[in-house]
């Protein structure tokens, strides 16, 4: 079965670093599209980035653009978020979340039908 | 950007009876709309994509519909494991969006 497995989250101090990873298993990674999507503490759900299955196309929300990076192995079957100078309101749960497959990153067939658990990231001094 | 506005916020509603919760694009999105359901603790579950599909294991009392701008999802006959949150979410433009989200609670 499909399962998409975060990891990385923690405390940080504003300004510093962290790298998430997610790992995937149960299909085809290497022919999906791949999302990162996060949930403020009690919030509602913003997507963060996607990127294409090949890793030739990546698209970021504003509210991250320049600070992070998504990224993927599809030898190690591992997607990852760079995050860089991490600001409180980036606090949130960090999902992972399977796309489309092959072609364009949104349009038909390009909801998110797995989802990983979640990895939190606390951004605090 | 495209906006999905969500209403109604909160949905008060009594066990079997019928639930109808909307969400507006600020833009068409075609049918390229997705439904999820969300409970405390857990990760966003698919319930409907392509503005009217069932996702695999989603009772048939789930049913979407619209396309353009305007949607609807609604559960026919409310049961306990349905109270949750519901999040509309288009995915026509690369950048993703998603709604505020109806809590649908116990009357």
């Known amino acids: 079965q499909v399962q998409l497995v975060e990891s990385g989250g923690g405390v940080v101090q504003p300004g510093r670093s962290l790298r998430l990873s997610c790992a995937a298993s149960?299909?085809?990674?290497?022919?999906?599209?791949m999302h990162w999507i996060r949930q403020a503490p009690g919030k509602g759900l913003e997507w963060v980035a996607v990127?294409?299955?090949?890793?030739?196309?990546?698209y970021y929300a504003d509210t991250v653009k320049g600070r992070f990076t998504i990224s993927r192995d599809n030898s190690q079957n591992t997607l990852y978020l760079q995050m860089n100078s991490l600001r409180e309101e980036d606090t949130a749960m960090y999902f992972c979340?399977?796309?489309?497959?092959?072609?364009?990153?949104?349009?038909?067939?390009?909801?998110?039908?797995?989802w990983g658990q979640g990895t939190l990231v606390t951004v605090s001094s | 950007e495209i906006v999905m506005t969500q209403s109604p916020a909160t949905l008060s509603v009594s066990p079997g009876e019928r639930a109808t919760l909307s969400c507006r694009a600020s833009?068409?999105?075609?049918?390229?709309l997705a439904w999820y359901q969300q409970k405390p603790g857990q990760a966003p579950r698919l319930v409907i994509y392509?503005?009217?599909t069932r996702a695999t294991g989603i009772p048939a009392r789930f049913s979407g519909s619209g396309s353009g701008t305007e949607f609807t999802l609604s559960i026919s006959s409310l049961q306990s494991e349905d109270f949750a949150i519901y999040y509309c979410?288009?995915?026509?433009?690369?950048?993703?969006?998603f709604g505020g989200g109806t809590k649908v609670e116990i009357k």
């Open positions: 833009q068409s999105v075609s049918s390229n």
């Open positions: 979410q288009q995915y026509n433009n690369w950048l993703l969006t």
């Open positions: 149960g299909f085809s990674f290497s022919s999906y599209s």
């Open positions: 979340a399977r796309g489309g497959v092959s072609g364009e990153t949104y349009g038909p067939g390009n909801y998110n039908k797995y």
């Open positions: 392509g503005a009217s």
């Open positions: 990127i294409s299955y090949d890793g030739g196309n990546k």
